[in-house]
């Protein structure tokens, strides 16, 4: 069943209808050609879920009924922050794609010393369009709750400051050899964490310093070394395996 978020404004509990609006208006008509009578999951972007009948298509919009709700909860009680470096932009969409999927709940992107790539103000940028249309996509797709949140692009000192309102802050740093994820995070009970991934050409030494100093953990991702867009992925799951509801056991 194709699933959609909603405004939550836009769906009415009272009277058990719904109305969409927007360019989901084209996709649920003109691509999946749906019908009157066919069923749609309705999200409210912060895990109300609902199965629906459409009930009337026009230019503009889609209106349902609401048939059930659906109690069920996808979205993890740990909320994962991941600050990405800048990395080149075909790295940037797999990375805002696959994060969504696994179930990070905010992506913030850095300008560190190392980053290729400049992202200019975000009212100018269409890339930014583009990115959040990704993250939305992939939230679909993998049926969650709610829309990650994407930031940025803030500054390397920026950054810092803003983890410094997380309960707990880890950075995978090449060379570190001896303290993983595991070890960094076991038997702690937190909310919220950050975790800060370079981009293409890792952290600069002096970063590194800086990251330390605000209190973060400087861990290690294994003997390998691996992109930024896989180091992204594999420590956000490691995070919400070892934490959270990754296992299946929540």
């Known amino acids: 069943m194709d699933r959609f978020f909603v405004e939550k404004n836009n769906i009415n509990l009272e009277n058990n209808t719904c109305i969409i609006e927007g360019e989901d208006v084209k996709h649920i008509s003109k691509v999946l050609r749906c019908k009157i009578g066919e069923k749609l999951e309705i999200c409210d972007k912060e895990n109300g879920e609902y199965i629906a009948e459409i009930i009337g298509i026009d230019k503009n919009t889609v209106n349902l009924n609401i048939l059930e709700k659906v109690n069920i909860n996808r979205e993890s009680n740990?909320?994962?922050?991941?600050?990405?470096?800048?990395?080149?932009?075909?790295?940037?969409e797999m990375i805002l794609q696959k994060l969504t999927e696994v179930g990070v709940d905010e992506i913030i992107l850095v300008q560190t010393k190392r980053s290729v790539a400049k992202v200019?103000?975000?009212?100018?940028?269409?890339?930014?369009?583009?990115?959040?249309?990704?993250?939305?996509?992939?939230?679909?797709?993998?049926?969650?709750?709610?829309i990650p949140k994407l930031r940025g692009v803030l500054s390397f000192d920026e950054a810092l400051e803003d983890m410094r309102h997380?309960?707990?802050?880890?950075?995978?740093?090449?060379?570190?050899?001896?303290t993983s994820i595991k070890k960094s995070i076991k038997n702690v009970s937190i909310n919220n964490i950050g975790i800060f991934i370079g981009p293409e050409g890792g952290f600069a030494e002096e970063e590194i310093e800086k990251v330390q100093q605000i209190g973060a953990n400087i861990v290690s991702l294994g003997h390998r070394i691996l992109r930024t867009e896989t180091a992204s992925v594999i420590s956000t799951s490691i995070?919400?395996?070892?934490?959270?509801?990754?296992?299946?056991?929540e």
């Open 166 to 178: 997380n309960d707990m802050n880890i950075c995978p740093y090449e060379n570190e050899k001896t």
């Open 120 to 146: 200019d103000d975000k009212k100018e940028d269409k890339k930014f369009e583009r990115w959040e249309r990704i993250i939305y996509e992939a939230a679909k797709q993998s049926k969650r709750g709610k």
């Open 239 to 249: 995070v919400l395996y070892e934490l959270s509801d990754l296992g299946g056991d």
């Open 78 to 92: 740990l909320k994962v922050k991941l600050y990405q470096g800048l990395p080149k932009g075909p790295k940037m």
